[in-house]
């Protein structure tokens, strides 16, 4: 006698909110990593999903309001009925948008995110700089200014220079002001009075945290990726040196070349951290090294992967096959049995493979990498192919889209010449000496 036919497998149907870098690099993992074409919703068509072949675009104009949100989510389901259907974001509000709607929409999708109130602890930068004071886990030290209350911030305890920035960014993202930036690097006390001011003016309620500017270029930056498990355990970890950041107002801060390689005593102390907090799926972290007293400083923790986050996809671990394999698979998400056998891990999880993430030109990034040892290290994964831009990707041969990434390209050399010119990383390597 035969045995029943199972039921046939549902198919599945990814939803990425963003229009961005880190939106078009995670619909790129999903196509890459099961040949699905994802649906991407943002307010507009951007240049880097339009006319993409590996994608449905979807505009939503009110994407900032949740019941349109809501909407919209529950109407893309609905043509795909017969589809397994996992939304993700490519920025925080996006992520806490999708966490504070669960209950409205987790009938229909997987949403691989923590709760709420998990959510909004380690990701208030004054929430995250407690716990690494409790941890014993390296971090700025920091002044939190209550914007709404006004007043004036004691920074006795700070030396000018320093670092200003939103304690959220999702209450961030809702306030417009000239001069707006994700981080500011702020001259003197009156620089930074005038800035809270402004802030203030545009309705920013929340607080501001004024950091300690460690020295040194871009190239002092560091990005950790790690996946939690469901019970909380990290089973795995990317570790990238930054070469290169942007510069332009709007992506002020965000990675534009990266090496990926091996800190064990970094990510042991992420390891610390999310274990201690019961952090589940991913978590993104940006540190620098602080020439010092030679440690490595957390930053802050993103909820998500990170805008950058192909930098570990394109090093041949593909991101989303854990969200896949967990979430909505059911399986452990043991790093091998998820990634294959050819990917490089060490024993704990952590990617070991060394390759180059960026999204400029060659010629480009490495008239910025000051190094000696860290340009010739850039050249050589450039000369060798062992580098990739996410942008540029086989199944994407649309003419007026090449067209437009080859203007995007070029308008690089352009921005960094008048955002961030070459004398100005020479001043701020000299810093780091």
């Known amino acids: ?33 099961y040949g699905v074409r994802p649906v991407v919703v943002s307010s507009v068509a951007t240049g880097l999903v339009r006319h993409s072949r590996i994608l ?33 974001g490519s920025a925080d509000w996006l992520v806490r948008a999708l966490v504070e709607n669960r209950d409205r929409l987790e009938d229909r999708y997987t949403i691989p995110y923590v709760p709420r109130d998990l959510l909004v602890r380690l990701t208030d930068k004054e929430e995250f700089g407690r716990l690494c004071a409790e941890l014993g886990i390296a971090h700025p030290t920091t002044v939190v200014h209550d914007v709404a209350a006004g007043g004036e911030p004691d920074t006795s305890g700070l030396t000018f220079p320093v670092i200003a ?25 009156p620089e930074l009075l005038e800035l809270l001011g402004r802030v203030r003016d545009a309705g920013y309620t929340g607080t501001f945290v004024i950091q300690d500017f460690i020295p040194g270029d871009d190239s002092g930056m560091r990005i950790l990726t790690c996946y939690s498990d469901a019970q909380g355990k990290v089973r795995f970890a990317s570790f990238g040196h930054v070469l290169l950041e942007e510069h332009a107002p709007g992506a002020l801060g965000n990675p534009a ?51 950058s986050n192909f930098y570990i996809t394109g090093a041949g671990a593909n991101a989303v096959r854990f969200y896949v394999h967990e ?27 060394e390759h180059l993430y960026t999204v400029l030109p060659g010629p480009l990034l490495l008239r910025y990498v000051l190094d000696p040892g860290l340009r010739a290290r850039t050249r050589g994964l450039l000369l060798r192919r062992r580098a990739t831009n996410p942008l540029w990707y086989r199944h994407e041969w649309d003419p007026r889209r090449v067209a437009y ?11 960094y010449a008048r955002f961030y010119p070459v004398s100005a990383a020479r001043a701020l390597a000299w810093t780091g000496r």
């Open 1 to 33: 006698m035969s045995a029943p036919a199972s039921a046939p497998a549902r198919r599945l149907q990814p939803v990425v909110l963003g229009g961005d870098i880190g939106a078009y690099s995670l619909a790129r993992a999903f196509h890459e990593a």
């Open 327 to 353: 979430h909505l698979r059911g399986l452990d998400p043991e790093p091998r049995a998820v990634l294959g056998a050819d990917v490089p891990l060490t024993a704990d999880g952590e990617l070991a493979a």
């Open 56 to 88: 449905e675009h979807v505009a939503e104009p009110r994407i900032d309001e949740a019941d349109a949100l809501v909407a919209r989510l529950r109407a893309i389901a609905d043509r795909h009925a017969d589809a397994d259907l996992i939304a993700v």
């Open 257 to 307: 070349g990266i090496i990926t390689g091996v800190q064990h005593e970094v990510v042991e102390q992420a390891r610390r951290l999310l274990e201690h907090v019961g952090w589940t799926g991913y978590a993104n972290f940006d540190l620098k090294y602080d020439p010092r007293d030679g440690r490595y400083v957390f930053f802050e923790l993103n909820p998500r992967l990170g805008r």
């Open 405 to 415: 990434l080859v203007v995007a390209q070029l308008n690089h050399y352009r921005k």
């Open 165 to 189: 920035k939103a304690a959220s960014t999702a209450a961030y993202h809702d306030v417009e002001f000239p001069g707006k930036k994700k981080v500011f690097t702020v001259g003197s006390r």
